[in-house]
């Protein structure tokens, strides 16, 4: 589908940023040229008064550069051909850059404050806004370095941030559309088609389309590697110029959480696995025969569960009513205001996502397609909009920013409670046994396979740190190794699937993708909290985890919700929800 073919409703309204795209050219040329103002504060931070006023200036600078770039980047994912929509992107992360170049001399400066004159500050009344800053920047001190490596830095992230963007420019742009022959029609096959396509119940056409699409990456292996392994090679040097002692430390230590989080994870679900594997050797038993490409396809058959946009929306809205009237009616809010960009259309960005602007509200982007993904899909970025929107209201610009250590919480909570809200509203086997299967490849993609992903991360970048560069060999051996080790010997591990890391975006966001697997062992204890003590639980969600914004480490703010991921009790929940779906599906005939 061409853009100009997908109806105004279900297009982004973006003047809740900029009115009109010259307005953005007003507020581009206005924060250009006062950028230059923060030099006059340089090696005068020892004074609280110019401190205090440097940090509101950052912050109202930052505001403005913020909507800038979201704007022009969601333009951009509209249509990533367009070139004048990638210019405006380029021109929008060239000041970004530009503006974290000038303010580089800040972190070095209060970095050489003594203890004493940050916790000054920090007492302050003024700096009220910004006590977990200076903790931060307290904490932090040992991995700061001069003003001359600062700005060096800065003004490098155009470029050692760029892998992500050659990749989306691979993956959105340059792959082409084979088709694919299904139910007597051939499918172009995209990123929204294949998912769709895995679900199809004829065997020969899930083969089909899990051929052609991995050999669509298998023909750019060598480029995607090289690309990858630049990108593990940039984070180990970053990491050790700071002095961490490896790239997984230093981005644990960014999110200001125990290092311990991601082992005991790690270890949580791996000793999980045979209860993976039992439910994997369960599909073999159903279906006869079970390739990787047949691990997506629903078990229950003659269930038709699929619906258009309109009717999956009031069905979110539905299941999301154990939040509360508010919450309900601010989603409503959001589809009237045109803030959800829904169809798939030729060059837009693939997947979905919730962005936004401090003060301007959130945006989400779908791809829907009609499929029972999709309409979790909904619930899962409204919860990202809705995190970012009860933050940004009850917080500060500098403390609403949630880190991304959480930023999985709220919107897989909202799945869950979407699937509790569906089991509850039918007591038909066949829909009961669909339902729990989607609930068991929640699971099994969100904490099994984002664990499996996270191990594959540690391996590259330890393999770079012990100077062992990856490759495509290298890379696609680990990765097979792990595909084996997580699902068993239940499934044949077919040969593209080594390829696999090849096609995941968030690689290139080192670290990342552990936090999808924490995020559904909060998920699960809080969602259950909800429905069980009700306003209790609700209130404490919304003023310990929803408005909390970035006002202190995202794992006491979890804590502080009821979910401690330093204790093994909210893992052997999520793992017991897992044994006990598990039990009911298989029960069922």
Not at 23 to 31: Q, T
Not at 381 to 393: F, P, Q, T, V, W
Not at 562 to 582: C, H, I, K, Q, W
Request: some cysteine; hydrophobic content about 40%; charged content about 25%.
């Amino acid at each position: 589908m061409k853009r100009n073919e997908v109806r105004e409703e279900y297009k982004w309204d973006m003047s809740h940023m900029f009115a009109s795209r010259l307005d953005w050219e007003k507020s581009f040329a206005r924060v250009s040229s006062r950028l230059g103002e923060l030099k006059k504060y340089k090696g005068k931070l020892a004074n609280p008064d110019i401190t205090i006023a440097l940090l509101r200036l950052a912050d109202e600078l930052g505001n403005e550069v913020e909507k800038l770039y979201v704007y022009a980047n969601m333009c951009m994912h509209t249509d990533g051909a367009n070139a004048e929509l990638v210019a405006l992107a380029a021109r929008a992360g060239t000041l970004s850059a530009e503006f974290g170049a000038a303010l580089s001399f800040m972190d070095p400066e209060l970095t050489a404050l003594s203890d004493a004159e940050l916790d000054d500050m920090a007492a302050d009344p003024r700096f009220a806004d910004y006590e977990y800053t200076l903790a931060r920047i307290k904490k932090q001190k040992p991995h700061v370095l001069g003003e001359k490596e600062e700005l060096l830095l800065a003004r490098l992230s155009e470029v050692t941030g760029a892998f992500r963007d050659i990749f989306e420019k691979i993956d959105s742009v340059d792959l082409p559309h084979p088709t694919v022959k299904a139910d007597g029609e051939k499918v172009p096959l995209t990123h929204g088609t294949y998912s769709r396509l895995l679900q199809n119940p004829d065997r020969a056409v899930r083969k089909k389309a899990f051929t052609t699409y991995y050999s669509l990456y298998e023909e750019r292996i060598n480029t995607i590697a090289a690309c990858y392994a630049a990108s593990v090679r940039k984070n180990n040097i970053i990491s050790s110029l700071r002095g961490y002692d490896s790239a997984m430390q230093a981005s644990i230590a960014g999110d200001d959480v125990p290092e311990g989080v991601y082992d005991r994870l790690i270890d949580a679900v791996n000793g999980a696995l045979p209860s993976l594997h039992e439910y994997v050797d369960y599909r073999r038993l159903v279906l006869g025969d079970l390739h990787m490409y047949d691990m997506y396809v629903p078990l229950t058959h003659g269930v038709n569960f699929g619906m258009d946009y309109e009717k999956a929306f009031g069905v979110v809205l539905k299941a999301l009513a154990p939040l509360g009237e508010e919450y309900v009616s601010r989603l409503r809010q959001m589809k009237e205001e045109r803030r959800i960009d829904v169809m798939e259309s030729e060059g837009k960005r693939g997947g979905a996502y919730s962005w936004g602007a401090y003060g301007c509200g959130p945006y989400v982007l779908l791809n829907y397609s009609g499929t029972p993904h999709d309409l979790f899909t909904i619930a899962h970025e409204l919860g990202h909009a809705m995190h970012s929107r009860y933050s940004d209201e009850a917080q500060s610009f500098n403390k609403a920013g949630y880190s991304i250590f959480v930023a999985e919480v709220a919107s897989t909570t909202n799945e869950v409670l979407l699937l509790k809200y569906l089991l509850s509203q039918t007591k038909d086997t066949n829909i009961r046994r669909y339902l729990l299967s989607y609930y068991l490849d929640m699971f099994r993609t969100t904490l099994f396979r984002q664990t499996m992903f996270a191990e594959f991360e540690l391996a590259a970048h330890r393999a770079d740190a012990k100077g062992e560069p990856p490759t495509v060999e290298s890379l696609s051996k680990v990765y097979l190794k792990l595909n084996k080790k997580y699902y068993g010997k239940g499934v044949t591990h077919d040969r593209q699937i080594r390829y696999e890391w090849a096609r995941i975006p968030h690689f290139y966001n080192a670290f990342y993708v552990y936090k999808y697997a924490t995020g559904l062992t909060a998920a699960v204890t809080l969602a259950n909290s909800i429905l069980k003590d009700g306003e209790f639980a609700r209130e404490r969600y919304f003023n310990k985890f929803l408005r909390a914004g970035g006002c202190k480490s995202p794992y006491e703010i979890l804590k502080d919700a009821g979910v401690d991921l330093m204790t093994s009790l909210p893992y052997e929940t999520a793992m017991l929800e897992f044994r006990n779906t598990l039990s009911e599906f298989t029960s069922l005939i």
